[in-house]
């Protein structure tokens, strides 16, 4: 593994080297006005939520180092305190680039992208008509980042204080992910979509699980078993016992091959076809078995599997 310090690399290089670790960043696409009207709308990737009581975001406006320029967003929530951060869906992705470009200041970057205004309701600068979930926000605090040694990043945290969010997100009153098919950004140019297809479920631990270092040497140290692997095992609350009544077959129950039945994503008729030859002390099997039971979350047939070795 190659170290690298900060102080070593030119600023676009850092800038990226920290880009492509601290990734994928969701995209605000914040929309702000001066003070004497004028529409901004500008994408951040320097974006987050830090806070639910009030809820809290921050974005990340810097100054240009090269330049020394400013952002418009930032100069025009520090004069007026407002904006509204709108979500970017792949539908909008080009449309989003387009408004990255650096326009003078002045020009309306709703009518460069395409975008469509729609008007807010607590604060004067408008939403995006596209976005799927929009927040209105006021300005807490502006926090400048090491001015002392030539910085140019800031911290901007904003209160919401009006979420809009589509009715086609929806479902029995919560936001479903699927639905919003959000981009986030990456480093250098690339980005990344939150589709159905990359979108999974993780349950948050419902209690203390025993930990990896609970387990069994064997199986901690396991070739076939993977750290995610193992974390699950690991999510119980006890070491389980051998249960004797694992595991059930009915007797027209039929099997092909521990081979065949894995590669069909069936580790009962895997553990079957291994029980039948009576294979119970091949250790590599049975944590073959156990890693496809886990494969679709079940847990404590996993366990079992695991426990049958003798």
């Not at 270092?213 to 699950?232: C, M």
Request: proline fraction near 5%; hydrophobic fraction near 40%; include cysteine.
């Amino acid at each position: 593994m190659k170290t690298i310090y900060p102080a070593d690399l030119a600023h676009r290089e850092r800038h990226q080297f920290l880009l492509s670790g601290v990734a994928p960043r969701p995209i605000a696409l914040v929309s702000s006005m001066d003070s004497q009207g004028n529409h901004n709308l500008s994408p951040f990737s320097f974006f987050n939520a830090y806070s639910s009581k009030p809820p809290i975001l921050a974005i990340g406006p810097a100054i240009a180092a090269k330049t020394g320029k400013a952002k418009d967003t930032w100069l025009n929530i520090l004069e007026t305190g407002e904006c509204v951060v709108n979500t970017v869906s792949y539908a909008m992705v080009e449309s989003m680039n387009l408004a990255s470009c650096e326009y003078e200041k002045g020009v309306d970057e709703f009518e460069k992208s395409g975008l469509s205004k729609v008007p807010s309701v607590l604060v004067a600068p408008p939403r995006v008509q596209e976005s799927a979930y929009q927040m209105e926000c006021k300005l807490m605090q502006n926090i400048e980042l090491r001015r002392d040694l030539g910085g140019n990043g800031n911290i901007m945290l904003l209160e919401v204080v009006c979420f809009h969010v589509a009715d086609s997100v929806l479902v029995d009153g919560k936001v479903d992910p699927r639905r919003m098919d959000l981009v986030a950004r990456m480093g250098y140019d690339y980005y990344c979509r939150a589709d159905v297809n990359s979108i999974f479920e993780v349950q948050k631990p419902r209690w203390n699980g025993i930990g990896v270092d609970a387990l069994p040497h064997h199986i901690r140290e396991s070739t076939v078993l993977t750290g995610n692997d193992l974390a699950k095992l690991a999510g119980v609350q006890v070491l389980p016992m051998l249960d004797g009544s694992f595991p059930r077959f009915d007797r027209e129950f039929r099997a092909d091959s521990v081979e065949i039945e894995l590669a069909n994503n069936d580790p009962e008729a895997a553990l079957y076809v291994l029980l039948a030859l009576q294979r119970t002390h091949d250790r590599a099997q049975l944590q073959r078995i156990a890693k496809a039971f886990l494969a679709l979350d079940k847990i404590e047939e996993a366990w079992q599997t695991l426990l049958l070795e003798g």
